[in-house]
């Protein structure tokens, strides 16, 4: 032990080349695992091993010590006040909408992470936009302005509060469904909240999608940050500018600049797809030579959310409809559409060896997973489904760590349902996924699958999950 330590100072293990703090989560297998190869330390030794190097991590907020990282503390750190109760936190997150936005706390668990808001409503006006001019949402009504600001301390202090928020481990995504986070109006406001992160000591991914641009100087500014695993993910889908207006050229400008950072995970998203707006093979073949000539390393697909105030929005603008039968709140993607996808891929990448090719991902989970280098499986658990999920060009590195995943301890599922309200819930821990036996919402799912890095399911979804019928 006192030598593998030694070896931590000596060779800088919690850090990367670049001097980049390495994520708590990938200490295991980063850090962890070749010392207590390399040391021949048993089971024992290696978690002790383990705990020590906790120890050396912050834990900022209401959760988490070295010896029980998802354990609400019984004790806070000096001089932190609650924005409020985590009864009055969980209530409010009860309340939240259909995708998760809990307008009222304005810090929300999402799919993709728990989303830290500053303000609702953004001028790119982009027609199938669910927070566009006119939408209502949980009493909101949009805007094409940014509204409603806080500001970044106080955004800070309610993730911090979050009993849903775990150090080192919940995803947060800036501004994940509710604006873009480096809008002009909102780019002091997303930069002073990563350094406030920073200064914490947090090694939690950190998520902003965006259609926009940053300049040499802002990207100088996120490429500073030495604790938070950042991630950028610029869309683009060669989308008609009649339906997303951002600038095409400033953007993929942006994204062949930020390729080439050492110091932030950029991800190339090709999303929306629409079938019938942007799918006609000419647009396929561009979108891949596009990405081909940046050098995009990891590529996620999606498709496109449409409702019917889509379709009543989009016939006030004049504008074509997308084809296709969609379901309120699902991304539609055919089977069809996507194999005409990779079939462009495999055109323009005829060329390319294997390894040279990027990695095509169908979730925003893997992708991200992905492009830090595998190290850790998909938090989001989309390897329970296989045949649906990891068909496209997912390494073979990363199907090796999600098949190596393994089950979490109970003490550990045991704190985690105590943060919902459901700490006696009975739980089966099983070598493919953790029942719970109680009835819960998707959020609740999601909260405890990025936590335990591992699948979830209730008793009836774990039926249908080994009859074969969970619905993609």
């Known amino acids: 032990m006192e030598r593998a330590l030694a070896d931590v100072v000596a060779g800088r293990l919690l850090h990367e080349p670049t001097g980049r703090r390495i994520p708590l989560q990938e200490l295991p297998a980063r850090t962890i695992a070749a010392l207590t190869r390399t040391h021949y330390l048993d089971a024992d030794q290696s978690d002790a091993l383990g705990f020590a190097l906790r ?86 009504l949009g805007s094409w302005e940014p509204t409603g600001f806080l500001e970044p301390e106080d955004v800070v202090a309610r993730l911090l509060s979050h009993p849903w928020f775990t150090p080192h481990h919940t995803p947060i995504g800036l501004h994940m469904s509710t604006s873009e986070a480096f809008l002009p109006k909102l780019w002091p406001r997303t930069w002073r909240a ?25 990207i100088d500014c996120l490429e500073s940050l030495v604790h938070v695993d950042l991630d950028i993910n610029v869309c683009y889908a060669a989308m008609p500018e009649s339906i997303e207006p951002p600038n095409r050229g400033r953007r993929l400008r942006f994204l062949r600049r930020i390729l080439h950072s050492q110091k932030i995970n950029v991800l190339a998203y090709y999303r929306p797809i629409a079938e019938g707006l942007n799918t006609t093979d000419a647009h ?50 055919t089977a069809g559409t996507e194999a005409r996808i990779m079939a462009a891929f495999d055109e323009v990448y005829a060329d390319a060896a294997s390894d040279w090719r990027p990695a095509v991902l169908k979730r925003s989970s893997c992708g991200r997973a992905v492009e830090r280098g595998s190290h850790i499986p998909d938090y989001n658990g989309h390897y329970d489904q296989p045949t649906t999920n990891c068909r496209l060009r997912c390494p073979a590195a990363q199907h090796q760590v999600c098949a ?13 349902l105590a943060r919902i309200g459901r700490p006696d819930a009975r739980v089966d821990i099983t070598g493919i996924t953790t029942v719970v036996h109680a009835e819960l919402s998707q959020f609740e799912r999601t909260f405890l699958r990025q936590n335990l890095l591992f699948p979830v399911h209730t008793a009836r979804q774990a039926a249908e999950l080994v009859a074969g019928r969970i619905p993609r």
């Not at 959760?63 to 209530?91: C, N, R, Y």
């Not at 990563?194 to 802002?218: A, M, P, W």
């Not at 990891?298 to 039968?325: E, I, N, R, W």
């Not at 190596?404 to 985690?416: F, G, I, S």
């Open 55 to 140: 120890c050396a991590f912050a834990w900022p907020g209401v959760v988490g010590t070295p010896d029980a990282p998802h354990a609400l503390k019984s004790v806070l750190p000096a001089g932190f006040a609650p924005i409020a109760t985590v009864e009055q936190i969980a209530a409010s997150q009860a309340t939240a909408g259909p995708d998760g936005l809990n307008t009222s706390y304005m810090i929300s668990q999402m799919k993709g992470g728990m989303s830290a808001d500053f303000g609702i409503g953004c001028p790119l006006m982009c027609a199938y936009c669910y927070r566009r001019e006119g939408d209502t949402v949980d009493g909101y």
């Open 194 to 218: 990563l350094q406030l992160l920073d200064e914490l000591g947090l090694t939690n991914r950190v998520s902003c999608i965006t259609k926009y641009t940053l300049s040499d100087e802002q």
């Open 284 to 333: 396929l073949r561009h979108v891949w030579q596009t990405f081909k000539d940046a050098d995009a390393r990891t590529v996620v697909l999606g498709g496109l959310k449409f409702a019917d105030d889509h379709v009543q929005s989009f016939m006030s603008y004049g504008l074509p409809l997308p084809a296709g039968s969609f379901t309120p709140g699902k991304k539609l993607l």
């Open 404 to 416: 190596a995943a393994q089950p979490p301890d109970e003490e550990t599922v045991r704190h985690l």
